[in-house]
């Protein structure tokens, strides 16, 4: 869901280093880098601040946060992605496993905790959006929800989630909810797109994936975000 984005401050990673910039980025080994991206902060008001604590096998890093105002609006999405060089069509890709082990804190908390993909027809298109917009949410805390309407339960890596549709602009958006938190997890996210290929008429044959991404959209309270660890590869 975001739609707005500025040429960043790219920070390299030696030791633990902190960043409040709107849109400070630090980068590390493995193609990793951990972004503040506040694109949403003129919707409400407080502060958006991310650590990064390595950036190596895998990615270890935490994000700080308070804001009031704009209740219905996302502040921000600090997140840490994995570099795509080279785009590729998703029906091309055989695998993108992924593990991330987090935990929150926070107070009057609501905000989600997901992974977004963006993919379109255009390999060249910018990375912030696309054709279509994947996110699976690993939590959520208040009263907020995805883009769209509930279209039912699925089962996709053994497990459940609420699959919800709608559109951002033109941007057609899924997204797939777990029914409780879920704070390890080991999966496949080709399988998400596999699900929307063979049931939704997802053109997986002529979609590129754009980002690969994982982080929280904090709405309002305060709260801390902590990756105990990240890691996710493209096959």
């Not at 707005?4 to 849109?23: D, F």
């Not at 509930?150 to 909810?177: C, D, E, K, R």
């Not at 979609?207 to 690969?212: A, P, R």
Request: aromatic share 14%; proline share 4%; net charge neutral.
């Amino acid at each position: 869901m975001k739609l707005l984005q500025i040429l960043p401050v790219i920070l390299p990673v030696a030791v633990a280093q902190t960043s409040c910039e709107q849109y400070a980025v630090f980068s590390g080994g493995n193609g990793y880098s951990v972004s503040n991206n506040l694109w949403g902060q003129s919707a409400g008001s407080g502060f958006g601040c991310i650590t990064v604590n390595s950036l190596n096998s895998a990615a270890s890093w935490h994000a700080d946060w308070q804001w009031s105002g704009g209740q219905n609006n996302v502040k921000s999405y600090p997140n840490v992605q994995i570099a795509i060089p080279q785009k590729r069509i998703v029906n091309s890709i055989g695998s993108m496993p992924t593990t991330a082990s987090w935990s929150y804190t926070g107070s009057n908390l609501r905000a989600d905790v997901a992974y977004d993909l963006f993919t379109a027809s255009n390999p060249n298109h910018v990375t912030y959006s696309g054709d279509y917009e994947l996110m699976i949410w690993l939590a959520r805390y208040g009263d907020i929800g995805p883009i769209g309407s509930a279209q039912g339960t699925v089962t996709i890596n053994g497990q459940s989630w609420t699959l919800y549709y709608g559109f951002n602009g033109a941007m057609q958006v899924y997204s797939f909810v777990a029914p409780s938190t879920v704070t390890n997890w080991s999966g496949d996210v080709k399988n998400f797109f596999n699900y929307l290929r063979d049931n939704k008429g997802y053109p997986a044959s002529s979609q590129y994936v754009l980002s690969y991404q994982f982080g929280t959209e904090p709405f309002t309270g305060s709260g801390t975000l902590n990756v105990n660890s990240w890691t996710a590869s493209i096959n």
